[in-house]
């Protein structure tokens, strides 16, 4: 019998170095994408998923990740008082049921595989989703849509994209068996093989659904690359021990992680709005001439 998927866990420790200055005092997690932070956004796709019970793996001087969903009672009570009915309606999505949020410390930087590790007491016995904020996938819920695979499969699912073949030195890439076009094996994983060696070209993103099984090799604590303690060494070594499928999933994904990346969000992410896509659409065009230059 196949588990519900109720639990998330959200690795936001990290130190956000490739947006300073700007997260030397807030977390990158926060930084926002038309006027919701990146936090958000991965809560909502999880809440989409029918996800109830969210773990926060934090660092140092990020507190204000967990102030964010909590109530703020001064500041609904003015919106109120001021019958800034809009306002407080972009407010409710930040609200979580009392009991719903947990937060854990990663108190080193030790790696995406060490931060699963500190939420063990979270995940217990039961699956769960990751997803790393960094990524915002446009669309139906990316995670939700590895739900609905791992209701049917079980085991371990995680959200894949092609890459171009002169690229998988960097990125992690499957050994895949069979492929349906949709739903693929997962026989291995290798990490950053040069394009003549690498298996395929397809990569994993920052969304996973596994069972509680990785989480025995993650509590041995190995070092791989990096000298960190690699999530991808762990769930190698499920293979053949449980189903390992990847998903070719619906949607446009964009690395906020990446300037480049985070900078295009935002123009994909107001240009379908109501209030905002007119004049994105506007402004856009002053640009032309320079996207046109050689």
């Known amino acids: 019998m196949i588990k519900p998927l109720k639990k998330a866990v959200l690795p936001v420790a990290g130190l956000g170095t490739r947006f300073l200055p700007a997260t030397k005092a807030m977390p990158k997690e926060m930084l926002p994408v038309v006027d919701k932070p990146l936090i958000q956004y991965a809560i909502d796709e999880a809440r989409e998923a029918g996800i109830e019970e969210f773990c926060l793996v934090t660092g140092r001087g990020k507190d204000s990740l967990i102030d964010y969903f909590d109530i703020a009672y001064e500041l609904e009570a003015t919106l109120r008082e001021r019958g800034k009915k809009s306002a407080l309606e972009a407010l409710a999505p930040s609200g979580m049921q009392a009991g719903s949020l947990v937060a854990v410390r990663q108190q080193e930087p030790l790696g995406l595989g060490h931060a699963i590790w500190c939420a063990r007491s979270f995940i217990g016995d039961d699956p769960f989703a990751i997803l790393l904020p960094d990524d915002i996938v446009k669309g139906r819920s990316c995670i939700g849509q590895l739900v609905e695979a791992y209701n049917q499969t079980g085991g371990n699912v995680v959200a894949v994209t092609e890459v171009p073949r002169e690229h998988t030195n960097r990125y992690g890439i499957l050994d895949v068996g069979s492929d349906d076009g949709k739903l693929v094996e997962v026989k291995g994983l290798v990490e950053k093989p040069a394009p003549e060696d690498a298996p395929s070209n397809l990569s994993i993103i920052g969304r996973y659904v596994l069972t509680q099984d990785v989480m025995k090799y993650l509590a041995k604590l190995e070092r791989g690359a990096g000298n ?67």
């Open 228 to 294: 960190e303690v690699q999530l991808t060494d762990a769930m190698a070594k499920t293979i053949g021990e449980v189903p390992f499928h990847g998903l070719r999933y619906e949607g446009t994904r964009y690395d906020c992680g990446d300037k480049a990346g985070f900078l295009e969000a935002q123009i994909a992410f107001s240009i379908d709005r109501e209030d905002l896509g007119a004049s994105v659409k506007a402004f856009l065009k002053k640009y032309k001439q320079y996207v046109d230059a050689p």
